[in-house]
């Protein structure tokens, strides 16, 4: 379905509370399909298909959703937890936030740091090296060897076409990110009750902006899951252990 010309979700379950989920980087609404429907059984859930022109537009296509499903409860993941986080700034409708891993900058932290080589590899052609770059710089391969990423990628590209599309788009996440910066006590204005959620095995900054976020949010919890990484909500990971949380906090 969509609510204007551009902005798409997909719709799973039919009754029980709404639940609006935004998906990360280099991902699309197929990508939580095993979530949406691990939930859907007790909620009614849309899943947005992210159009990733700027922090400024996503809150605004969030807004549209939520005005259009009558949604007050929000998941994000990684790129999609920062559009949640900073929906939550500004459109009190959202009660209930959930955010998985937000790579906001912290301390030491630049969760910016692989662009200037990804941005070299993309103009190079070289899509699969650009796609490790990112894999590398953001979730759960920081500590494996390029060459044994690479013939993974390359199959991977070959394999499916709509992967090749996605690593450009990274830049679309990248500028969400930036857009973000500046300090983290600004989220002290969030009145959602939120759940903070990570993986055992993310990389460490992530875990560190956790951190930074758990004592700024006026209501907030913390769950990490054992055993998991950056993308355990995405259909490769381990979804079904992310909706037994999610079925806790937004019932």
């Known amino acids: 379905m969509k609510v204007a010309t551009d902005i798409r979700y997909r719709t799973f379950g039919s009754g029980g509370p709404k639940i609006v989920l935004l998906h990360g980087g280099m991902q699309t609404s197929a990508n939580f399909t095993r979530l949406a429907a691990a939930l859907a059984g007790t909620f009614t859930v849309y899943v947005l298909d992210r159009r990733r022109l700027g922090l400024r537009s996503e809150v605004d296509d969030l807004a549209a959703v939520l005005d259009e499903t009558g949604a007050a409860n929000v998941f994000g993941l990684s790129s999609g937890a920062v559009v949640a986080l900073h929906g939550a700034l500004e459109l009190p409708r959202i009660e209930r936030l959930a955010l998985y891993e937000p790579p906001l900058s912290y301390g030491d932290g630049d969760p910016l740091a692989w662009l200037p080589r990804f941005e070299k590899e993309l103009a190079a052609g070289r899509t699969a090296a650009a796609m490790i770059t990112v ?117």
């Open 135 to 251: 894999s590398k710089g953001t979730g759960d391969f920081r500590h494996v060897p390029r060459a044994a990423l690479t013939p993974f990628a390359r199959l991977w590209i070959r394999s499916d076409p709509q992967v090749r599309e996605l690593v450009p788009t990274m830049r679309g996440d990248a500028a969400v990110v930036a857009q973000a910066s500046g300090p983290l006590n600004r989220y002290a204005a969030v009145t959602a009750e939120t759940l903070l959620l990570g993986g055992e095995r993310s990389p460490a900054y992530l875990t560190r902006v956790l951190n930074g976020l758990e004592p700024v949010l006026p209501r907030v919890r913390r769950v990490t899951l054992g055993g998991v990484g950056h993308v355990a909500a995405d259909n490769s990971g381990k979804p079904e252990r992310v909706a037994t949380e999610l079925r806790k906090f937004f019932r």
